[in-house]
């Protein structure tokens, strides 16, 4: 038996991985000859090989077609948005008709609030988590601004129970119970950006709906990343991006999900032509009939370009056997990965991701012991020497292995360069 914490064990480790070969799916970046250690996937997923082709072939479509691109070959723009509906499904667990690629987050975002998000002078309030992302921030306070109410009073911020900026389960409960009778909206993270911690989307939802408000979720960094389980969660919408851990690329069309029993809602919304009605849709009439389903919230044909990255990806992940199989190395990867940290660099590192494996996913957040200048210094050195985290004000280094292309090597490298710089 081998020393667990070893390189031999890591290059045993990557040897066993019955999904090593999907990292030769991906472009690595490369850094004086050698690979990258790239763990920003959290951040900007890499490039699947598979990408450029489908690019390609719409660009060739284009030109050898032209308008009759929309209506031609199973590839057609016209219902090109669906070919990766049930993928995408698969991947958030959700019916097909519960989930759209479209837009940005930050649109969904506000496309789910205006139908969703339905204020009344008892029950004015969204209640979020402190320290959000902030644009979720900005379109949270903007839309209690819209409607009339002050987010002095009525944006909520739940500020975390435990010492390490964390949530525990009794401190949700205990502030779900004092604020909730006073909330129209729940906006959670299904995993925080910042910390990494992971929640439980059923439980956060059956909070919100016991108080009477809406379940909405930011799910940015949990999709691709954890098995998120949209339907069974009964969260009422989610929105998330399509460039972190969905490798789609830079500004990937979002995600948008809608729960089935809202799937023919007369909640108000803003429409616009690619929502209506699929059947009737080029009768050009001037009423708006809502397609049922997520897709009723579309606005626009989609950009197919954008689209064309994201299908290469989803054939990966079910390639990789589905997010389950990915979830099962994740756990052993980021577990690895943290075991190296607290035996040889805990002096240098303080994880600030929950230890409970269900309380995250693969990202660890890393407190760097003795300040920001030091925690600069370090991540500096580590981004000179071809190890790629980031870094989140004011002493946070964030390192995210993604199952999809990062080995245990990866980690094992990580660990080595911190002791290294250490040494010096
Ligand atoms: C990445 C991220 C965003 C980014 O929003 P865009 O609209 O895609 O620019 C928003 N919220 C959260 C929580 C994120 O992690």
């Known amino acids: 038996m081998t020393d667990p914490l070893s390189r031999t064990h890591a290059i045993a480790l990557d040897a066993a991985d019955p999904l090593r070969p999907l990292r030769n799916e991906f472009l690595i970046p490369r850094h004086n000859n050698n690979e990258q250690v790239y763990f920003c996937g959290n951040s900007l997923g ?125 401190g949700l409960a205990k502030a779900f119970a004092q604020h909730g009778s006073r909330a129209a909206l729940v906006l959670w993270p299904g995993i925080q950006y910042r910390t990494g911690q992971a929640f439980d989307l059923r439980h956060i939802a059956r909070m919100a709906h016991a108080e009477g408000a809406v379940a909405g979720f930011d799910l940015a960094h949990a999709v691709g990343n954890v098995a998120v389980d949209l339907h069974d969660s009964q969260a009422d919408f989610a929105v998330w991006c399509h460039y972190k851990y ?87 990867l980021t577990g690895f990965l943290e075991a190296l940290i607290q035996a040889r660099v805990a002096d240098t590192l303080q994880v600030v991701t929950p230890s409970d494996p269900a309380q995250r996913g693969c990202q660890l957040s890393l407190r760097v012991v003795g300040g920001r200048e030091r925690g600069r210094e370090l991540f500096e050195y580590l981004a000179a020497v071809g190890t790629l985290g980031d870094w989140r004000e004011p002493d946070v280094i964030r390192i995210s292995p993604a ?15 911190v002791e290294s710089w250490r040494g010096v």
């Not at 940005?104 to 209640?127: D, G, K, Q």
């Not at 054939?315 to 990789?320: P, R, S, Y």
């Not at 199952?403 to 360069?417: G, Q, S, T, W």
């Open 403 to 417: 199952p999809l292309y990062n080995k245990f090597m990866d980690a094992y490298r990580f660990v080595e360069e």
């Open 46 to 170: 890499l490039q699947p090989r598979g990408a450029r082709a489908h690019v390609l072939q719409v660009l060739d479509k284009w030109a050898h077609e032209a308008v009759e691109g929309h209506f031609t070959g199973q590839a057609q723009w016209l219902t090109y948005h669906e070919l990766v509906r049930e993928p995408l499904a698969r991947v958030v667990g959700a019916l097909p008709s519960e989930v759209v690629a479209m837009n940005s987050l930050t649109a969904n975002l506000h496309l789910m609030m205006v139908s969703f998000y339905r204020p009344t002078r008892e029950r004015p309030a969204i209640i979020i988590e402190a320290g959000a992302f902030p644009s979720d921030r900005h379109a949270v306070e903007s839309q209690i601004r819209f409607h009339g109410f002050d987010p002095a009073t009525d944006l909520i911020e739940l500020q975390p129970d435990r010492e390490d900026g964390t949530f525990s389960r009794e």
């Open 246 to 332: 969905m490798n789609a690329g830079p500004g990937a069309v979002a995600g948008c999900f809608v729960h089935e029993r809202h799937a023919r809602t007369s909640r108000p919304r803003f429409a616009g032509w690619w929502g209506h009605q699929q059947e009737t849709r080029f009768q050009m009439g001037p009423e708006f009939v809502p397609t049922p389903g997520a897709d009723g919230w579309q606005l626009s044909n989609p950009p197919v370009l954008a689209l064309a990255p994201l299908l290469a990806s989803l054939e990966l992940f079910d390639k990789a056997g589905g997010i389950d199989a990915l979830r099962t190395k994740s756990l052993k």
